[in-house]
């Protein structure tokens, strides 16, 4: 069984400055054929989630940003932006990344959160 991975161990890239996500919204950042969505708060924090919805793989950076969640456009599945369980009655997890912030840059390491 492999040991868990360290914060030191990861491989940060920098992606950009908060300036460049909205507000309570997001962008997206490819990785192969993975694309990663990066959102905002409206705290500023930033979050790093895989662009599908856990339901039917729903575009979750064209979701509603609110309260530490997103809301898929599709169907309304509200997502933790933290974790990317879903929330409430429904069931499902899409894959979430380690982020950081320094001053005002983001860096996002590629390999998801366990």
């Known amino acids: 069984m492999n040991a868990p991975v360290t914060e030191s161990q990861l491989d940060w890239r920098l992606i950009g ?3 460049d996500v909205p507000l309570q919204g997001s962008r997206c950042v490819k990785n192969g054929e993975t694309t990663i ?3 905002r708060t409206a705290k500023d ?3 790093a ?3 599908k919805c856990p339901h ?3 575009p979750l950076s064209q979701g509603i940003v609110h309260d530490g969640c997103v809301t898929c456009p599709l169907h309304n599945w ?3 932006l933290e974790s990317g369980m879903a929330q409430g009655a ?3 997890q899409t894959a979430s990344y380690p982020v950081r912030v320094e001053g005002r840059e983001i860096y996002l390491s590629l390999s998801p959160k366990v």
Do not use: H
């Open 17 to 19: 400055t908060i300036d």
């Open 37 to 39: 969505a990066i959102f």
């Open 45 to 47: 924090e930033i979050f």
């Open 49 to 51: 989630l895989e662009d």
């Open 56 to 58: 039917k793989n729903g």
């Open 78 to 80: 509200v997502i933790s």
């Open 90 to 92: 429904d069931s499902g």
